[in-house]
């Protein structure tokens, strides 16, 4: 039976989301914690060398706006800038960012060179952390998502009615048909269409969970106690990570079912990620 009513952190988690969904952040962000000191502008331009100067500047500005970066002038010519404390403890938020993007998200097939064989394009963990963003922060997608976990199957008027009261069923079509195409949920047709999550809906679960710790400012530790989305997900057998290389970053699994999203075109990887690896290997284009 569904608990009495969803857990009130909903709106801190989306809130959360509107602060990290607009785009480079995730880069932004994961390229300062792969340093073990704040960087001087310059150097935060060598390693996002796709971004102009009137994207760099305003996304560093909105960042330290959110309490995420710290801009330091230590002189009039010697500024720099890294991850706030706060910044710093988002990270097994973007983990399980990039961990969900990799394993769930589509990737086009490529020629390997080496075995001639097509495999799976290999993502930076921050264009898979970018791209999982961009799925769940479009219009009602975390409310619906986060009712229909709490829920279970629902009608569309039920949802409606518990998602967002005063709202009519006809407001949600929209975004319930891009949760549908977005592979996240699946409709059931009989007497009444019964909607529910996927199983790449459910295995959002440790991503929501991380985001309501962060969000609320709760031990990462306690997040497997979650109300809506606490119960784990089964271990999977270990396997090799293809393509984040991140310290927290999860392999992907190739029997998950892939989310129908195709991801907009990384820029060219220009920085090791310590630990482990932030980008896939360096190259002097674009990586798509």
Known sequence: MA????????PRVAEALEMLAPRWS?????????????LRYSAVKGHLPWLADGQLHPKLRALGEAGLVERTAHSRMHVTYGLTGRGRELQPVLAALAAWGDTYLEKDLVLNRTTGKE???RIPAAQNAEDTLAVLSHRYATVLLWTLKWRGPSTMAALSTQAIPGLGPSTLYGPI???IDDGLVAVTRGDEAVLQLTAPGQALAPLYRALSAWATGRPFTDADRHPVWGAPAPAAAPAVARSGQWAAHQARHKTAPAV?????PAPAPALGWR????FSTPTGGPSR
Not at 3 to 10: G, I
Not at 26 to 38: D, I
Request: aromatic fraction near 2%.
């Open 3 to 10: 608990a009495a009513r969803p857990s009130a952190d909903l």
């Open 26 to 38: 995730a880069w932004v962000l994961m390229t300062l914690a792969a340093q073990s000191e704040p």
């Open 119 to 121: 495999e799976q394009e």
């Open 177 to 179: 048909r891009r949760l």
């Open 260 to 264: 129908s999203v195709r991801q907009a």
């Open 275 to 278: 630990p482990a690896d932030l």
